[in-house]
């Protein structure tokens, strides 16, 4: 079956840097793309970046680009997630998603918080 594991959120102060994993299986790594979205305390669940299968294609939302960089290894069915340049609003938990033949798979998350 699918299964979306993230690692590697934790506590770090403003201006610190993070690197979250999201390792697959179960599926085609190699030829889905992938997204991580994110979740703020009371807030909906938001697209935070998504990358195409080969890698090739790489989209943000506006809040992070030029901060965050989405990037994959299809040779380890994994997707990370290199954040710099964090924000207390960049707290939440992050979740890894993938949809495969027309079903949608979404990791446990992970958390991040951003305090001084």
């Known amino acids: 079956q699918v299964q979306l594991v993230e690692s590697g959120g934790g506590l770090v102060q403003p201006g610190e840097s993070l690197r979250l994993s999201c390792a697959a299986s179960?599926?085609?790594?190699?030829?889905?793309?992938m997204s991580w979205y994110r979740q703020a305390p009371g807030k909906e669940r938001e697209l935070v970046a998504a990358i195409s299968s080969y890698g090739g294609v790489t989209n943000y939302a506006d809040s992070m680009k030029g901060r965050f960089t989405i990037s994959r290894d299809n040779a380890k069915k994994t997707v990370y997630l290199q954040m710099n340049s964090l924000k207390p609003e960049d707290t939440g938990v992050y979740y890894c998603?993938?949809?495969?033949?027309?079903?949608?798979?979404w990791g446990q998350g992970t958390q991040v918080t951003v305090s001084s």
């Open positions: 179960g599926f085609t790594f190699s030829t889905y793309a």
């Open positions: 998603y993938a949809r495969t033949k027309g079903y949608d798979y």
